[in-house]
Each structure stands twice: as C-alpha cells, then as structure tokens.
C-alpha cells in the first residue's frame, strides 16, 4: 500500500532556556523538545512522537520520551486534541475517527510544554501517480527454524521489492506495509505491536526497495 507522504514536521526543535555550558559548545546544559508528526491520508492520527534530547557526552541510545505536553491538531478552525499513547512511549495520538485527513486539507500541530507552545502548518498533497510495483509476493524463510533461516541467508536472501513513481520536486514519500490478511500467519513474535503495520521513514525520491 503506498500513499503520498502528509507531513507536518520532520523535525522541529525549540530551546526552553538558552544557553551552554563553558567547558564545551556542544553539550548543551538546557532543556529540548523534539515533535516529529506525521499525518497520512486516510489513516488514523498515531504518528506524533515527542521527546527531549540526548547530550552528546552521554551513552544513551534513544531520547527520553515526553509523555505529558498538550497536543493538538486544528484543522478548517476546529481543535482536535491528541492524547498520549500507551506505556512511556511519547507517542500521542487521536482517539477517534472524527478528524479525516484529505488532500487539500490545512492542518496546524500545536504543543504546548512547561509553558512553551511549538507550532507548524501542512497542506495535505495528492496522492503520487504511475505508481508500479516490481513484484507482489516475497519469500520468508522459517524463522523459527534457524538452520533454515541460515541457509536462506547463505542462498543470498530474497530480492527486494521495489516500488517506483512519478515524484514532484521537493515532495516526500513514504511506503507501508500493511498485512490485509484475514487470518494472518505470525512470523515473528517478538516483534513490538506498533511494527506489525510498518511505514518507512519518509524519502525525497521516486523509488523504494522493501527488503526482508
């Protein structure tokens, strides 16, 4: 399934407090907030991911999530409030299905933290045209059978499928995966639940490979 990438904000970063330590310009004594949102036509609103920042000097590997700021989503002057998602995660997300997301439409993200308010402005684009796939089916190897899965991997693995369209400059894309099966087979079970339908990070170009 591929659609045309909605994006409000790839990366939007503010300073709470200003300035920086003496010893070194590169390790910041104050607060930041991060808010990557990404709205997709026609799909539910999950995809807004707040955090703060990781000092360089540390051996952290992933940036401490934010789990309490107000956002919102105001679309045509109507206020659509976010609410966080489950677990320590800082993803929020729209409750219901009251909000649809169309091409053409003005959305402005607004979040507000420790009395700072972040905002930024999308128009929804169209979706990508002569859009073609290599192939609709892959293998998977058994990967619950290791030998099975280590003589797959000796056999040189699975071709990629790829994905090609006619892109517009300066316009971003991105793919999902979503499994429409009925009575779907699991083959990983250790796998998080957000993966199990899975976009790909949004590309400027007008090719994608989906691998193993």
């Not at 807004?48 to 934010?66: C, E, Q, R, V, W």
């Not at 679309?75 to 976010?82: M, N, S």
Request: proline share 8%; aromatic share 10%.
């Amino acid at each position: 399934m591929f659609k045309k990438q909605i994006l409000l904000s790839v990366l939007i970063s503010i300073f709470l407090m200003s300035g920086c330590t003496e010893e070194s310009p590169l390790i910041s004594d104050v607060d930041l907030v991060v808010v990557w949102a990404y709205l997709y036509a026609g799909e539910p609103v999950t995809n807004i991911k707040i955090t703060s920042t990781i000092p360089l000097d540390t051996d952290s590997s992933g940036a401490p999530p934010i789990n309490n700021a107000v956002v919102s989503l105001i679309k045509d002057g109507e206020l659509y409030e976010c609410i966080p998602s489950p677990g320590d995660s800082g993803y929020y997300h729209y409750p219901d299905t009251s909000m649809p997301i169309s091409a053409g439409d003005n959305f402005t993200i607004e979040v507000e933290y420790n009395d700072d308010i972040i905002t930024a402005q999308t128009i929804v684009p169209e979706k990508p045209i002569n859009v073609s796939i290599s192939s609709t089916e892959m293998s998977i190897p058994d990967f619950n059978d290791m030998q099975a899965l280590r003589e797959w991997q000796m056999g040189g693995g699975s071709e990629p499928i790829q994905i090609t369209w006619d892109s517009e400059e300066d316009s971003w894309y991105y793919v999902m995966l979503e499994n429409i099966d009925s009575n779907p087979i699991e083959l990983n079970s250790w796998m998080h639940e957000r993966m199990k339908d899975f976009i790909f990070p949004p590309i400027n170009d007008n090719t994608y490979n989906i691998r193993l």
